[in-house]
């Protein structure tokens, strides 16, 4: 297998130093708008690997990125990228006749004139809107392949199979107890990708009513995190789970949760009051005469890179599934999670607990196609696989998972 990684940010660079310890595959190239983030993702890796390649693309140059996988002959596209730039990749590998891979899907657009009642262009929409091209070329894109979405698609469809008769309700529950020290506000993650989540309306869907959408921050409730992380508050976010999930899952309700406490929600209601999550460049003077500026781009400028902040960050993340339902006709609530002490990743890895755990669910994946294990055409989730091989393999990358009765 041959690799196309796009994007040397905090996830590709973790992404680089999970599979360095990997045989699967002979070759990937790390490429990115900045050369240097990529060169410096290599040079990070033991001198004797000689496997990874530093590159330069422009993630939303299509041409360019079709170019870069013929040259390099590679089977596979990593999407490592946010996701404006999902589609002009995902149609450069299947122009390419390569397999795609992604962690974050097609962005959304809220309905026009009712965005908190009903569904406008959904996220994953637009791929979707492709399968059909996908699966006549016989090339597979595994969308939605990260942590959240990704290994909690893979609980879900696990807990159908081996848990569950019959599925009342699935909902994703992320939440940890992160601080960072010498910050009052330092998201763990792109604060590009976090407003774009949080600030779009969410959507549940439910099997009598299909997709619909509430308020940002709706239903608050009080989750019970393990392996002592404990009681946080989570609150209804826009997330692809809700949009994957009911396609290969038989669920009466789904719904995604976000522990992000009161302190996170204030500020990214102020940024939203002010404008500044806004994509739109607004003209801004400068030194060097008018600039073209998104405010959301200036926001994610200001604040600190969060693949830089393991040095400074303590405590653990948890991604994980809650399900409720009847197994042998008695009721049953389960929670299946990934807990990741950032600790041991900074100490094993060099990488922050967030965007590691982000990584290692696409290493994953890539091996399980790489070995035939995990194989098919068109546009399909993690819940289109078998489950049992992902989390068997990884357990065995050394990252085990855990499952709570309720």
Known sequence: MRILLVGAGGVGTAVTRIATRREFFDHMVVADYDLSRAEAAVAALDPRESRFTAARVDASDQAAVIDLLNEHRCDVLLNATDPRFVMPLFEAALAAGADYLDMAMSMSRPHPERPYEQAGVKLGDEQFARAGDWAAAGRLALVGM????????????????????EIEEIGIRDGGNLTVDGYDFAPSFSIWTTIEECLNPPLIYEQDRGWFTTEPFSEPEVFDFPEGIGPVECVNVEHEEVL?????VDAGRVTFKYGLGEDFIAKLRTLHELGLDRTEPVTVATDHGPARVSPRDMVAAVLPDPAGLGERMHGKTCAGTWVKGTRNGEPREVYLYHVVDNQWSMREYGSQAVVWQTAVNPVVALELMAGGVWKGAGVLGPEAFAPRPFLDLLTAYGSPWGMREQ
């Open 146 to 165: 990260g942590v959240e979405p990704g290994l909690a698609d893979v609980f879900a469809r696990y807990a159908a199979d081996e848990l569950f008769d």
């Open 244 to 248: 994957l999930v009911p396609r290969w």
